[in-house]
């Protein structure tokens, strides 16, 4: 069986040496190695691990015996974040940008466990936290039985080293630095390095069927929910929607234009169902601005209108009216799966100037929380 480490790496790349050289010692072998990082996490690589003369972990497999490329580690297995525009990323710092590295890590962990005849280390010791809680994820979704998800712990003077990246065989003298700051220098021999493996609940069996291709993860967490019609819950007090047993806090202006429409919707008192009736919708230029700053007053935390900018919520354009939808489209189908957008959105109907807006999903499956009546 093939061994694949799958890791996320931030500008500490001595997490993989470390690894490896804990795997070698547990008699695990590693046939190849793959890297989800940042720009700046891919040049330390580069720099540091796979330097042609200088590198790190060629003297590692050295100091084991191996060949250098008795690994499968190269320029290729680096996978860095990157926008669909193809911009690399520098680092994680918005919501936009963890969307990403959650979508990558999903990708490669559905590639790497396609194939029964490799198992998947899944090392959650390097990055960010978001990069560790991703890859977690990405584990407990795909993950099989002979998969592994793995953390390194190295001895914490050593581990805090810019110079250490594993004791070799012939111990070496590492310049460390105590709690002022000040080096002093300890024997390479002295640090200790322990593999720990994490134990984790895969769902990979209860998704509803297994996906052929990877699937954002709203989609995934939504096939693990039962197949009876979902409702739809706009809690006003809490800022949130809840749809089936996922929740989606909402930014109070987005939240209180979405719940207008939904009490539109909830308000029609035609006798037929809202399966392809349209009646509620209506156009930009109709929508009651008085009606969403009453909805938008009843959100706890938010601030009075009189004090907001007449290009926000309260002074509604068709303008910022589009604006204010894709984003409410945005924040729905990341949390709740692309598959279930159309029906939660706010939709539009025919073309311009006639287009008109509104809720698909039918009013008997929608409650509102909050509002008083």
Not at 89 to 102: A, G, Q, R, T
Request: hydrophobic share 40%; aromatic share 8%.
């Amino acid at each position: 069986m093939k061994n694949i480490l799958l890791a996320v790496c931030g500008l500490s790349p001595q997490v993989i040496t470390e690894t490896i050289y804990a795997l070698f010692h547990e008699g695990r072998k590693v046939h190849a190695i793959h890297l989800i990082t940042t720009r700046p996490g891919r040049d330390k690589v580069l720099t540091e691990l796979l330097a042609p003369r200088t590198g790190h972990f060629a003297a590692l497999l050295a100091d084991f015996g191996m060949a250098s490329d008795d690994i499968d580690f190269t320029y290729d297995n680096l996978h860095v974040l990157q926008q669909d525009s193809g911009r690399e990323l520098d680092d994680i710092l918005s919501p936009e940008d963890n969307e990403i590295l959650m979508r990558t890590c999903l990708d490669h962990a559905f590639r790497f466990t396609g194939d029964n005849d490799t198992a998947v280390f899944f090392l959650v010791a390097g990055g960010r936290k978001t990069m560790t809680s991703c890859l977690t994820l990405a584990a407990q979704l795909y993950g099989r039985q002979q998969d592994r998800l793995l953390h390194v712990l190295v001895s914490p003077e050593f581990e805090s080293s810019r110079n250490f990246y594993f004791p070799p065989r012939k111990p070496v003298t590492i310049e460390l630095r105590d709690r002022q700051g000040l080096p002093y220098w300890k024997e390479s021999s002295s640090a200790h390095i322990h593999l720990i493996t994490i134990p984790f609940v895969s769902l990979r069996e209860h998704l509803r069927p297994l996906p052929d291709r990877p699937l954002p993860p709203a989609d995934l967490m939504q096939s693990l929910v039962c197949e009876a019609p979902l409702g739809l819950t706009i809690d006003l007090l809490e800022g949130k929607l809840i749809y089936g047993r996922l929740e989606l806090d909402m930014h109070p202006a987005r939240l209180a234009l979405y719940a207008f429409f939904a009490e539109r919707k909830c308000a029609c008192r035609l006798p037929t169902t809202c399966q392809g009736c349209t009646t509620c919708f209506l156009e930009a230029g109709m929508i009651d601005g008085d009606a969403v700053a009453r909805l938008y007053e009843r959100i706890p935390g938010t601030r009075l209108l009189a004090d907001m900018s007449d290009s926000g919520i309260g002074g509604l354009t068709r303008e910022n009216f589009q604006s204010y939808k894709s984003k409410i489209r945005r924040n729905i189908s990341g949390t709740f799966g692309l598959s279930h957008a159309s029906l939660l959105e706010i939709a539009s109907i025919g073309t311009r100037p006639d287009t008109r807006y509104g809720i698909l999903l039918d009013r008997e499956r929608i409650e509102i929380k909050g509002i008083k009546r």
